[in-house]
């Protein structure tokens, strides 16, 4: 399967695959000029996190070899894809229960600010499984790379 | 290799989607009451009418066909381990290699008054409990759920959103006892109040009053107080389903016994899911699906992520979590932090987390739920509690995965 | 392997430019947008604040606000008017230099090459003075005293500079500007660390800065420059890498301050000095322009033709013209000098000069420019460039020799236009009338790399608005990129649409007019006011617009200001960084019409900018019921 490797330590913390994530999930059309940063609708399935040493830990799916999120998902929307290796999420079979939330030891899927559905990283399936967050990143602290599944 | 899983909910499902996995070939057949396959712990989104029966389904989609598995609707009425069948109320005997008991628990109902006969009064277990309540919702108006635990607080929503005068009595001076202080529980009891619920707390139901066609109309509590009612949802626990199991050898206390690898006492017969009585919730009982389907197939796996202290309620736009211990031990250190939208509490035992409860804002928890069963030190981090993450403990594997990092600790996972 | 820097660059308009720079050995920034491809959302959008020590603050939805409180809008226009400050302050200095150099040669009774220039200003400016050099003087002390007046103090000269009914709305909206340099400093005072946070007034401010910036910055600059270096003749000239002609010592000259060059390029055709460069084995010295003040050269080429090598390119064909190995020299004094030139002038053993610290490069010698000593430091420098020259001379060049053309229009002007047109507008309002030109679009600023890359949206857009009949007046770096793709020769009608084209080909003349520097924008405002007199109308109600499709700098933001001070639409093939606030987005693209007349157009698409500005003429014209 395919994962995005992170090397911590060449993130700046710029955020710039969080603005990227936004920009490639958000429901309008638009280019980044026009992306409402202050729309709570408009949200980040990834983030990057400074450390006590003021380096940053990039924090995003890993899309698990043994997801705990799916294993936790009593709604059936969360599966482990037997193809790609991708855990992917069904919205329209959601039931927003958020044991998944509970269950990533991550901390990488997050309750929508709507409560209706989860935030969680679907490899820019519309882009053709190439993340934005990748291509967005300005000190190639994320890339995208084959790992067995 | 022929495998034969009684019931088709959690643990039944992950094991049969787990055996196909390990063996193209193996027979598998599925037994189980129910009509259709359903997550027990949406039947609340059902009565609400918020999902019909095809939107409680949580296979994928052709899941039976896709995976080869036989599907009997019946019941098991008993299990012959002589003769490694299983006997079906139709009479039939379903030979097996290999078991799996999964079929669950169901609703305790009280042996007070007529509880246990009048046709109005259901539990919150199947999907024929919740269209039973749902055909009654369409005329009745007063609405009485015994018990303020999850699923009552669960079937008390649903009956709102049907816009039911709904009364719920619970033995506990207040409500959601087991899931939450008494700080966060309030916050749910106000916003259920101000959409009309009436709560009769600390008190016992006494007797039943039946009127004409045998239901129940009304209840009397221990304080003398009178409730009416149309139709009462009974959500006082629930016991794991093994009545079929009286004339077997396999040993049950309250729930089937198992060894670290799910086996019970007779060869080739395991047992998973809430029959164990080892957790009543989701995950834990996929698994021990999923651990038991393993070790069905040979792979020896033990159970091990048997941390069970959790749950999650998300109601009026108010989401909380609770882990570990809720009580707090007099050696525990307990620390809030408290605004507008969020509550925060964490209670800690010589520098390792035990109970965490989040309301309002419950990003993160699974770090929480990590440190708490794996019992990580983390007294070494200086930083205000709330804010550790796991980028204190960021670690990555040369295939990506995360794996977290703790100086000199040993984890079960 | 090819010796190649690197095989990423770029696109130009100008395709033979793009492949000599894809081709060569050394880095140049047509190599680095590549690698600069990932832009950092929240500097897009204008809502990153440095302005403290809590910060960098930046605005998601989990963080709708500052530390501080500040809030997108407040965030988006204290950056915004730090831009428009920074780009008022760097004309302010070219035309305080520029006033400076005039008094400085008045005083000292040098040459004064404009004498109508000199007569028309100072009558504009109501000075009257017997003695030509005092009037000069004079002149030059006025727009000195304005510029030093304090910022509550309107400036005098203002009302006289100004359209009537301009001066009128911007005293309506109270954005008359107080002394330019005090205007400067109290936008940078506002904008600090919890000052003000009021968007509106912080715009107020921009457009104050604007008037300044346009009035001082870029007309004043060029009428005063117009009476110590000559006004703008009509003549054709040749452009492009071909203007560089390796048996002469080469100096490439960048930056904005023409009047700094006055001595130089005279003594540097004077005998004993061409002496110097015979001796060293050159035929003698050239200037070679770059940049704006390579373009203000150009402009007045007709002076200049001895010393004067013609015009190779703008501000990103600056590396290209050190790549040919044949320039000895770059003599700097503003921008557009990139730091990327450094490098290459190192690699090519090229002698870089500052004349003004302003623009001191890293490896530049610093000779700043001193008129009491211009002599001594004149030959100071010649000597170093000549002992340059025979040091690093005789390695390989790598010559263009067919790049460009040699029948570019040059030497347009307010003046030397209506000159042409016979001493007045009434041929131009009636071809205008007629709809044989439908109207007129300045294509003004910069060259950016992002926009499409070098030149591309200003040239599609250029040739988009002439196919459509809108004569197209240029100035400013865009005018290199233009007058490079052949543009602005009269073969060009070809490229117009049958209105404009017959009218091209009448007069012979192309139909991109290249009135030179980014300081000429001045010059078509001129244009503008004279033609609006003409119709007894106001500046929004003409059918004109502006486009900055490739802005680049701080600078242009602030021509941008001045354009909107005027009530022109004014478009941009890339936002300014203010889209993260909606107040600042809504303010300039729309609600500023019920302000000044002006408005902001934001595409980066020339077909659908041409239409945009297309229907704006249109609407313009049926105002005027033509």
Redesign the interface.
Known sequence: MRRIIIDYKKCDGCINCTIACMQAHREDEGTIYDLDLTDPANESRNKSVRAEDGTYRPLFCRHCKEPECVMTCMSGALRKDAENGLVTYDETRCAACFMCVMHCPYGTIKPANSLQKIIKCDFCAADGYEPNCVKACPKKAIHVEEVEA | MRHVIIGSSAAGIAAAAEIRKHQKDAVIVMISKDEHVHSRCMLHKYISHERDVKGLDFTEENFFENQKVDYIQNEVISVLEDEKCVLLRSGEQIPYDKLLIASGAGSFIPPIGDLRTADNVFGMRNLSDAQAIDKMADSAQNVLVIGAGLAGMDAAYAMLERGKKVTVLEMSHRILPVQLDAHSAEVYQRKFESKGTIFYLGRRLEKTISGTGGQICRVVLDTGENIDCDVIIVAAGVRPTIDFLDKSKVEAGRGILVDACLQTNIRDIYAAGDVTGLSGIWPNAVKQGTVAARNMCGIAEKYTDTFNEKNMMNFFGIVTLYLGQICTRKDEVVLTEEDRNVYRRVSIREGKVTGVLLQGDISNAGVWQYLIKNEIDISHIKKNIFQISYADFFSVKADGEYRWKCEGQNFKF | MREYYGCRTCKSADKQLEEYIRALPMETSHHRVDS?D?????G??G?CCRLCSNGPC????EA?KGICGAD?DTIVTRNFLRAVAAGSGCYIHVVENTAKNVRDIARSKGEIKGVDALNRLAEMLDITEEDMYLRAEKVAQAVLDDLHRPEYETMKLLRKMSYGPRYETWKRLGILPGGAKAEVFKGVVKTSTNLNSDPMDMLKDCLKLGISTGIYGLVLTNLLNDIVLGEPKLRVAPVGLRVIDPSYINIMITGHQHSMFTYLQKRLIEPDIVEKAKKAGAKGFKLVGCTCVGQDLQLRGAHYEEIFAGHAGNNYTSEAVLATGAIDAVISEFNCTLPGIEPICDKLQIKQICVDSVAKKANAELKEFDFENRERVTEEIIDSIVETYMKRRGGRLNLLMDHGNDDTLTGVSEGSLKEFLGGDWKALIRLIISGKIKGVAGIVGCSNLTAGGHDVLTVELTKELISRDILVLSAGCSSGGLENCGLMTKEAAKYAGPGLREVCEQLGIPPVLNFGPCLAIGRLELVAIELAEALGIDLPQLPLVLSAAQWLEEQAIADGCYGLALGLPLHLGL?PFV??SPKAAKTLTQDMKHLTGGHVI?NDDAKESAEILEKIIQEKRSGLQI
């Open positions: 600069q990932t832009k950092c959302g929240f897009l959008q809502v930046r605005i998601t939805p709708p997108a936002p889209t993260g934001i």
